[in-house]
């Protein structure tokens, strides 16, 4: 390759351009691979809660609810990791308020699937509530930010004039 040649292809518009198209071919990949993961993981679901079910003596209220439920927001954080990857695809901007939605759903999902015998780890439970709040105020200053910016001007500028003297 040439020299001029290799700077041309390392100029900042091009090499930008490169690295832009790079990202939206990996973010479709991770899309495509996490749609597959997520079917696996639903019809998984969907098998083990069948088979409960049709077992007899299925103790319902004890480890295997809760194992179900935890598969059940799995499933659904991965639903919004996908949608962070299509908004990403679709704007071209990675949009903050769905990531810290993934965030608490999956410090919800924490919490909703807690072992028996966590309330005996006071770090673990403080360790949570710290990201429940710092998850929700952040939320909320992103939130409250959004709704008082203006809205985006579409059309052409518009040119001002200088008061004749």
């Given at each position: 390759?040439?020299?001029?040649?290799?700077?041309?292809?390392?100029?900042?518009?091009?090499?930008?351009?490169?690295?832009?198209?790079?990202?939206?071919?990996?973010?479709?990949?991770?899309?495509?691979?996490?749609?597959?993961?997520?079917?696996?993981?639903?019809?998984?679901?969907?098998?083990?809660?069948?088979?409960?079910?049709?077992?007899?003596?299925?103790?319902?209220?004890?480890?295997?609810?809760?194992?179900?439920?935890?598969?059940?927001?799995?499933?659904?954080?991965?639903?919004?990791?996908?949608?962070?990857?299509?908004?990403?695809?679709?704007?071209?901007?990675?949009?903050?308020?769905?990531?810290?939605?993934?965030?608490?759903?999956?410090?919800?999902?924490?919490?909703?699937?807690?072992?028996?015998?966590?309330?005996?780890?006071?770090?673990?439970?403080?360790?949570?509530?710290?990201?429940?709040?710092?998850?929700?105020?952040?939320?909320?200053?992103?939130?409250?930010?959004?709704?008082?910016?203006?809205?985006a001007r579409t059309g052409p500028a518009i040119r001002i004039r200088a008061p004749h003297r």
């Amino acid at each position: 390759m040439r020299p001029q040649r290799l700077w041309r292809v390392l100029d900042d518009a091009n090499y930008l351009h490169v690295i832009d198209r790079s990202e939206q071919q990996l973010a479709k990949l991770l899309g495509l691979v996490l749609v597959v993961v997520m079917a696996a993981a639903t019809v998984q679901l969907v098998v083990e809660v069948a088979l409960a079910f049709t077992a007899e003596g299925t103790p319902w209220l004890e480890a295997k609810l809760t194992k179900v439920l935890g598969d059940l927001l799995n499933l659904l954080i991965a639903l919004e990791v996908l949608q962070n990857i299509t908004s990403y695809l679709r704007r071209h901007v990675v949009q903050i308020e769905l990531v810290l939605l993934t965030a608490m759903t999956a410090v919800a999902r924490k919490v909703i699937v807690l072992p028996p015998g966590a309330e005996g780890k006071p770090a673990l439970l403080a360790g949570l509530g710290v990201a429940v709040l710092a998850l929700a105020g952040a939320y909320w200053l992103v939130r409250s930010l959004t709704l008082k910016k203006p809205p985006a001007r579409t059309g052409p500028a518009i040119r001002i004039r200088a008061p004749h003297r």
